[in-house]
């Protein structure tokens, strides 16, 4: 079931624990002024998040050197133009596929990072619709963590 609002009158915080408590699957887009987010739920946990107002977050964090890329890593974000999030988002879905550790720590926290910037959000809209989203155990946000980032 597809569903929209405002975020004046459903903030971000309970539509998050509205989706995690009834275990939906797919994608809710947040609009605030001339910013937007997205983030997948699968099966009512979070395991993607981006806001185009954090989207250079991640390559800043390794340019920082918390994280040391492999070749690998070095070479698709060479390649990769500056875009949408989702093609971020995708890129380090596929990079991460099997792998554990620094890394996953690092995806981890840009979600999180992400989710606070988003629950403080009062006004704009929302809409939510149920898209298919590869089930995963590696990453994921549920319902008890949206309480403390609110």
Request: proline content about 3%; aromatic content about 8%; charged content about 25%.
């Amino acid at each position: 079931m597809a569903f929209r609002g405002r975020l004046s009158e459903l903030e971000p915080a309970e539509v998050f624990q509205l989706l995690a408590l009834t275990g939906k699957t797919g994608k809710l887009v947040l609009s605030h002024g001339d910013r937007q987010g997205v983030v997948l739920f699968s099966l009512g946990k979070v395991v993607f998040a981006a806001s185009d107002s954090l989207r250079s977050a991640f390559g800043a964090t390794l340019a920082a050197g918390r994280v040391r890329p492999d070749s690998r890593l070095i070479e698709e974000v060479g390649r990769r133009m500056p875009g949408s999030v989702t093609d971020s988002g995708t890129f380090l879905v596929e990079y991460r596929e099997g792998r554990v550790g620094a890394l996953e720590e690092l995806i981890r926290e840009q979600i999180e990072a992400t989710v606070r910037e988003l629950v403080t959000w009062r006004d704009g809209t929302f809409c939510f619709e149920p898209v298919d989203v590869p089930e995963t155990e590696a990453i994921a946000l549920d319902a008890g963590w949206f309480a403390l980032a609110a």
